[in-house]
């Protein structure tokens, strides 16, 4: 049997700085009660000043590679996935290759917003699946809280900061990555849209800030879309890996809403107790929010070596990804 991706450690970062739903009262129209009943949402960690996705990704990782106890120089690959880098070039992978003096290592980002680390564990796989690579690391780094329009009462509840890395090695026993599926609808891309160079009138007029480079997005299309996302994602990742859901231990979600969280697992039919929850704390991180989930529910003891877990994200673009993971 091919070997598969194994996560053989993880490590993240969250920025000590919080924004709670009580700062938020103070800078919108809204309520801590809004927030909780509509997001479950109760506060978010904000980088610092000057304080960048590579700084962070840079942390996450230094201590992931303490956790496996391996040097830099054994990377063979570094999968960034961000949709915050401090700059577009070099990405993000490569300001942390260069900083943590992985020499051998490649280096690249991915952008496929809150479904990047899925995307990014999805693409790992296939390298070690070919024999290609033996030691990948995989970021999800984000700041959203530069992307977030602080005068906009739809958005600027639910973003924060973070990083999140795992280190992935060729599996020897039935443990490892056993079935992925990822997926995008580009029609359906306009109901999310942060714009870099390109000028769009309209567009920027959305924005409350006048910023086209914030964040804009049509909440309530996002929350159907995402519902159904999830569910279809994690029922077609389970059947790719030959199981049912009664073989899944626990569920680690995107952690957008707790709304959308409690939707897919009404479809999916499973009791919200084999969903990891831990969006009261940090809100929305995109690609950060799957792999902190990660580290959390392992640190818990909510998840032990020998359980099956889904990892299941949704976001921009629009895509979605699922991935059954053994530990
Ligand atoms: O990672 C992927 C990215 N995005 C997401 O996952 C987010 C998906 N969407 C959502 O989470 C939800 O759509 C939101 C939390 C953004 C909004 O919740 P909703 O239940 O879809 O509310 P809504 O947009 O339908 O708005 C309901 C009302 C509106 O007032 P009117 O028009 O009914 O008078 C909003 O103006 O709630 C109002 N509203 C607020 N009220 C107090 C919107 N934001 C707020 C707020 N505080 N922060």
Not at 29 to 37: A, N, Y
Not at 107 to 133: H, R, W
Not at 228 to 256: C, S
């Amino acid at each position: 049997m091919l070997p598969r991706a194994k996560i053989t450690a993880m490590g993240y970062y969250v920025p000590s700085r919080r924004l709670t739903n009580a700062d938020l009262e103070k800078m919108v129209d809204t309520s801590d009660e809004w927030i909780v009943r509509r997001t479950g949402i109760k506060e978010r960690r904000i980088a610092e000043k000057g304080v960048y996705a590579s700084d962070m990704a840079l942390i996450a990782a230094k201590r992931v590679l303490e956790n496996a106890g391996i040097s830099a120089q054994e990377l063979d690959l570094i999968l960034v996935a961000t949709t915050t880098p401090d700059m577009f070039t070099p990405s993000v992978s490569c300001i942390v290759q260069g900083k943590i003096g992985a020499a051998n290592a490649a280096a690249i980002d991915i952008n496929t917003a809150c479904t990047g680390f899925v995307s990014a564990l999805t693409i790992a796989n296939q390298f070690i699946k070919t024999g290609y690579y033996q030691k990948i690391l995989i970021i999800g780094a984000e700041t959203l809280s530069l992307m977030t329009d602080y005068q906009d009462r739809n958005t600027c509840i639910l973003f924060g900061d973070g990083a999140g890395a795992v280190i992935v090695e060729p599996s020897e026993g039935d443990e490892g990555v056993l079935g992925t599926v990822l997926g995008a609808d580009g029609e359906g891309g306009k109901n999310l849209t942060s714009f870099a160079f390109k000028d769009d009138e309209e567009e920027t007029a959305k924005r409350v800030s006048g910023n086209k480079q914030t964040l804009w997005m049509d909440g309530s299309e996002v929350l159907k879309f995402a519902v159904r996302a999830m569910a279809k994602a994690t029922t077609e990742a389970v059947e790719k890996a030959g199981l049912t859901l009664d073989d899944i231990d626990i569920i680690i979600p995107h952690q957008a809403n707790i709304r959308i969280v409690e939707g897919a697992a009404k479809r999916l039919g499973v009791d919200m107790d084999r969903m990891f929850i831990n969006l009261e704390k940090y809100g929305n991180m995109a690609s950060a929010s799957i792999p902190i989930a990660l580290c959390e529910a392992f640190g818990s003891g909510r998840v032990k070596k020998g359980d099956t877990a889904v990892l299941v994200g949704f976001g921009g673009g629009l895509t979605w990804g699922a991935a059954v993971v053994r530990f």
